[in-house]
């Protein structure tokens, strides 16, 4: 799978936007950019993910460059509980099967009060 | 039901012991992972089960043994576990045949080797 780098940590004021980055300089032209994110204590969640175009929904934004080698996932407006670890994952997948999530280190976001 | 459910969210087992851990969905996933996180780590892939057949083993040491019975379930047996495989163990599932599908995951179980 294509690789990813991330920051290893940002910090953020409470009801500020965050603008999380991520590079993959190495994206094939079939390769989906996911977003999942981690709470304390829980397991992975799905954020977002998207192939060339920006694209919303209802927990953030997804922007993805021209040239598709970085990406920046937007939250608009961040609250206590988006404090969580970020992983920017390319989903490199052909054929029938299943070929499982390869997670980088991710983005630890801090929100403060 | 968008839900993966594990049991038990906790366990604390001998070296000598043998345990299952137990996922179950009911989104009619056709896809279903293992993965291992070790503290302040990101998740590791152990394991991928397609159509309830073992699909990718990713070198993971004997003593763990998946077993896929149905297409809702998924066990992890442990046996003869070391205390370094202490960790959170996660299942996921997700959607076959779509690059751009999500995978749900459980929120783990918490496994202590005494």
């Known amino acids: 799978d294509a690789k990813t780098t991330q920051p290893n940590s940002m910090e953020s004021n409470e009801e500020e936007p965050v603008h999380l980055p991520c590079n993959h300089s190495?994206?094939?032209?079939?390769?989906?950019i996911h977003w999942y994110r981690q709470l304390p204590s829980q397991g992975p969640e799905y954020v977002i993910h998207?192939?060339?175009s920006n694209v919303n929904n209802r927990m953030a934004s997804l922007a993805i460059a021209e040239d598709r080698k970085s990406s920046t996932l937007i939250l608009h407006r961040a609250t206590l509980r988006d404090a969580a670890v970020y992983y920017c994952i390319l989903r490199d997948w052909a054929g029938g099967g299943a070929d499982g999530l390869t997670f980088g280190k991710g983005t630890h976001l801090i929100i403060q009060p | 039901d968008t839900e993966v459910t594990q049991t038990p969210k906790h366990l604390v087992m001998g070296m000598t012991n043998k345990k299952s851990l137990k996922c179950e969905q009911h989104?009619?996933?056709?896809?279903m992972y293992w993965y291992k996180q070790k503290a302040k780590k990101p998740p590791e892939l152990m394991f991928v089960?397609?159509?309830?057949?073992?699909?990718i083993n990713e070198s993971v040491p004997s003593r763990f043994s998946p077993e896929c019975p149905n297409s809702s379930l998924l066990n992890l047996h442990l046996h003869a576990l070391q205390p370094e495989d202490s960790a959170l163990y996660l299942c996921?599932?997700?959607?076959?045949?779509?690059?751009?599908?999500?995978?749900?995951f459980g929120q783990g179980t918490r496994l202590t080797v005494v």
């Open positions: 996921a599932s997700s959607q076959l045949g779509l690059k751009n599908t999500e995978a749900f």
């Open positions: 190495t994206i094939s032209g079939t390769d989906y």
């Open positions: 989104m009619g996933h056709r896809a």
């Open positions: 998207g192939l060339t």
């Open positions: 089960y397609s159509y309830e057949k073992l699909s």
